[in-house]
């Protein structure tokens, strides 16, 4: 079975530091990734995805991620944490074995210090 | 592009009473759309996928007559929760896959309404 765990509940960086969020996947077969963010009250917005191309995949607004397969991970990073990056990311597999539906981390929220 | 409109945002109904939620694709075409449930703090749960033309596919322990889905044409599906009760109180969320570039076996990305903040009183 295909699964995601996140690691971290909660992080919290100040504004212009490094954003590091931790994603390690299980999957029996080359996985697809994604990281999606969502903002209070609203619905989900695609990062980026891995699918088996770079390794080092680059999203939107400055995110990107790294599949490791010897470590079995995707971890989100950003050079530089803007205020408007508050909010819950999360870190999701697509399960081959159940027509692609997407298997969903718990979740990290992300908190900006001014 | 690949946006997905869900509608209402807010809905504020007394207990019995049924609701109905949209989800539209705008600029494509979905084959396969989902639905998904949200517990404050919590991650998304799926409900059921829902298919163009077909029943839907219901997760285990989802009530299939108290969440009645209907996806009649490639840019729309519904989802109705008949009889509705103050547990049934939560974010509900669709998505859709554009069926251009992939349909139900397909790993293309969904893209995600805004969701539904449904509230029984």
Redesign the interface.
């Known amino acids: 079975a295909q699964s995601v765990t996140q690691l971290d509940s909660h992080v919290s960086v100040s504004e212009g530091t490094p954003v590091l969020l931790r994603c390690n996947y299980s999957s029996s077969y080359s996985p ?1 990734l ?1 990281w ?1 963010v969502q903002h209070p ?6 990062l980026l ?1 891995y ?1 088996s191309a770079a390794t080092l995949v680059k999203g939107i607004n400055g995110f990107e991620a790294e599949f490791k397969k010897s470590e079995t991970s995707f971890h989100l990073t950003k050079p530089s944490a803007h205020m408007s990056d508050a909010a819950e990311y ?1 870190c999701v597999v ?1 399960d ?1 074995n159940s ?4 298997i ?4 990290t929220r992300l908190l900006v210090r001014p | 592009g690949a946006v997905v409109s869900q509608h209402p945002s807010w809905v504020i109904c007394k207990s019995g009473t049924s609701v109905k939620i949209e989800c539209r694709s705008l600029d494509f075409q979905a084959t396969t759309m989902f639905w998904y449930r949200q517990f404050p703090k919590q991650s998304l749960m799926l409900m059921a996928t829902s298919n163009e033309g077909s029943k839907a596919t219901y997760e285990q322990g989802v009530e299939k007559d108290k969440f009645l889905i209907n996806h009649a044409s490639l840019t729309l599906s519904t989802l109705t929760v008949t009889s509705a009760h103050p547990e049934d109180s939560s974010f509900y969320i669709c998505s859709a896959r554009d069926r251009g570039t992939g349909g139900l076996g397909s790993n293309q990305p969904q893209h995600f309404g805004d969701g539904t903040r449904l509230s029984i009183l």
């Open positions: 697809s994604f999606y009250n609203k619905g989900l917005q695609l995805k699918t999360f697509s081959q027509s692609y539906k997407l969903f981390g718990s979740g």
